[in-house]
């Protein structure tokens, strides 16, 4: 087994067990590390897939940024201490068979179809190509979806901002811990 | 493109992501870890896209910018999501989807 086999089987067994935690484990502030820890796995696909500028992007923005997010919104609104209630055994059940039912379904059509690997040479994927294409108006430019996803950006960021604001008296309950 | 490593190993590994985010998404009730599943969704899609880019077409670079795009929609996803969920806490005192249904009948 070479290294770049050995680090990829360990990057996918730390992606598949932590998304697995992720979803079963019973402690919410856990759950969001185990995500972290799956989306610095990711990243480190990314790095063996020799596209350093996604890994940086994945690192930053998700790991980062979207974490540290769902981190804050977790300690505002549960207490850290608290366990979920366990998934009912019917519901856990039916929704275990749906998951792998789908997964065995995707996973024999995957080893089923036969992908021709490509004979072209690699295009060596730098910060100053990436510049260009997100800028360019030519065949391989994308300037258009840049355009949009960044109105797409301000619109979030001024949809956050009004939907979070603090805007007349509401109607508080006691806080009842949520379930699960 | 990694030496030893076929393509359907990146795929297999995408889709046991990806399912472990349907389970979840199916079977959690708080809305933070049901973000939390949707995030490992499009994250295992990212996943996709990168090593069809790198396997199949390593000369074009539509992969990479995809899951460029993907990852600020999830991005904005996230900030939205979040306030909306600081905003039904704030008005219920509790983020369970089984108990925020003013609006239901």
New interface residues.
Partial sequence: M?S??LM?VLF?VM??VF??L???TRR?LR??TY?LL??IS?SG??F????Q??AA??LT??AG??VV??I???L???HISQK?EP?GLK??V???L???T??IL??VT??DYK????V????E?DMR??GR??LSVEY?G?VL?FEV?SI??L???I???I??K?GGP??????????? | MITGVPVQYFLILATLMFFAGIYGFLTRRNLITMLMAVELILNSVNINFMAFNRYLYPHKMEGMFFSLFVIAVAASEAAVAIAIIINIYRRFATINVEDVNEMKY
């Fill in positions: 070479t770049n086999q990829f996918s992606i598949i998304s697995i992720t979803v079963t919410i759950a969001a995500l799956v989306l990711t696909l990314y063996m897939l020799n596209y500028f996604m992007v994945q923005l998700y940024g979207i997010l769902i804050f919104s977790i505002l609104t549960s979920f998934v519901k856990s039916f929704s275990a749906a998951a792998i789908g997964a995707s996973i995957i080893l992908f021709s690997a490509s072209e040479a690699a295009k994927v190509l990436i294409s997100l391989d994308y979806p996803i797409l950006l619109a979030a960021m949809a956050a901002i939907v979070a603090k509401s109607k508080t309950k006691t806080p009842n811990y949520n379930k699960g």
